[in-house]
């Protein structure tokens, strides 16, 4: 990481002209972007913001496909209007979940995250039980991570000519780690031709060589999600 501040250094991409179909509301000390689907459902999921922050329409319009879809969809400001959150920032998630679950009678949670958010996911991953389903989208690697202890299906989407996480990094210390120490399901998916923040930070519409990728990156990302989100038990 760059530091804690701004953690990744990237460009802000295709700024979408976008207005979205949700409202604002506070959880707790939080304020957040919220997007019911069409019809009523337990099943929820925390949608992390990149370095932009939580108002950046690129974002806000991520949560209202996944609402689309079904999904109840929440998109916190986990920097609180302050600096970048840290993982030792618990209490933000847990403001959030306790939200999900008192205020929307939610059940089934899944967390998905695009570049700082996507390392946000991993730590949540490794530490909320309750999240069945996490999407990790861009999220820089460090040789100190450890995500060996992932508690549920993670997915993690990188782009083959990301100029902040060489694919090296996702080779070795990402793929071989999950591989020797992972003991849940995962999967690792690199895009080929694309770049950092191509699912969300990309319009299909003025980059029509590139959709097929930013399509099927959200067609990968509604599928994980609907695959372990509703998974029953065992």
Same mark, same amino acid.
């Given at each position: 990481?760059?530091?804690?501040?701004?953690?990744?250094?990237?460009?802000?991409?295709?700024?979408f002209?976008?207005?979205?179909r949700?409202?604002?509301?506070?959880a707790e000390?939080?304020?957040?972007?919220?997007c019911?689907?069409?019809?009523?459902?337990?099943?929820?999921?925390?949608v992390?913001h990149?370095?932009?922050?939580?108002?950046?329409?690129?974002?806000?319009?991520?949560?209202? !496909?996944?609402?689309a879809?079904?999904?109840?969809?929440?998109?916190?400001?986990?920097?609180?209007?302050?600096?970048a959150w840290?993982p030792?920032? =618990?209490?933000?998630?847990?403001?959030?979940?306790?939200?999900?679950?008192?205020?929307?009678?939610?059940k089934?949670?899944g967390?998905?995250?695009?570049?700082?958010g996507?390392?946000?996911?991993?730590?949540?991953?490794?530490t909320?039980?309750?999240?069945?389903?996490?999407?990790?989208?861009?999220?820089? !690697?460090?040789?100190?991570?450890?995500?060996?202890?992932l508690?549920?299906?993670?997915?993690?989407?990188?782009?083959?000519?990301?100029?902040?996480?060489?694919?090296?990094?996702?080779?070795?210390?990402?793929?071989?780690?999950?591989?020797?120490?992972?003991?849940?399901?995962?999967?690792?998916?690199i895009?080929p031709?694309?770049?950092?923040?191509?699912?969300?930070?990309r319009?299909e =519409?003025?980059?029509?060589?590139?959709?097929?990728?930013?399509?099927?990156?959200?067609?990968?990302?509604?599928?994980?999600?609907?695959?372990?989100?509703?998974?029953?038990?065992?």
């Amino acid at each position: 990481m760059a530091n804690e501040s701004r953690p990744c250094l990237c460009d802000i991409g295709d700024t979408f002209d976008y207005e979205s179909r949700g409202q604002e509301v506070q959880a707790e000390h939080i304020k957040a972007y919220f997007c019911k689907p069409p019809a009523s459902t337990d099943k929820a999921v925390i949608v992390i913001h990149d370095i932009f922050g939580w108002q950046l329409p690129n974002t806000r319009y991520m949560a209202d !496909i996944l609402a689309a879809h079904g999904y109840i969809a929440i998109c916190p400001d986990f920097y609180v209007g302050r600096e970048a959150w840290k993982p030792s920032d =618990d209490l933000e998630a847990d403001a959030v979940l306790k939200y999900l679950k008192e205020q929307c009678g939610t059940k089934k949670l899944g967390v998905v995250g695009f570049c700082w958010g996507g390392i946000a996911v991993r730590h949540l991953m490794m530490t909320y039980p309750e999240l069945k389903a996490g999407v990790s989208l861009n999220g820089l !690697i460090k040789d100190s991570d450890d995500i060996s202890n992932l508690l549920n299906p993670t997915f993690f989407i990188f782009a083959e000519k990301d100029d902040f996480i060489p694919l090296h990094q996702v080779l070795t210390l990402l793929e071989q780690k999950l591989k020797k120490n992972c003991k849940v399901s995962y999967e690792v998916k690199i895009y080929p031709g694309q770049t950092h923040g191509c699912i969300h930070g990309r319009r299909e =519409d003025i980059n029509p060589q590139d959709k097929p990728y930013i399509e099927g990156g959200r067609k990968d990302m509604i599928n994980w999600l609907n695959k372990y989100i509703n998974r029953r038990a065992t």
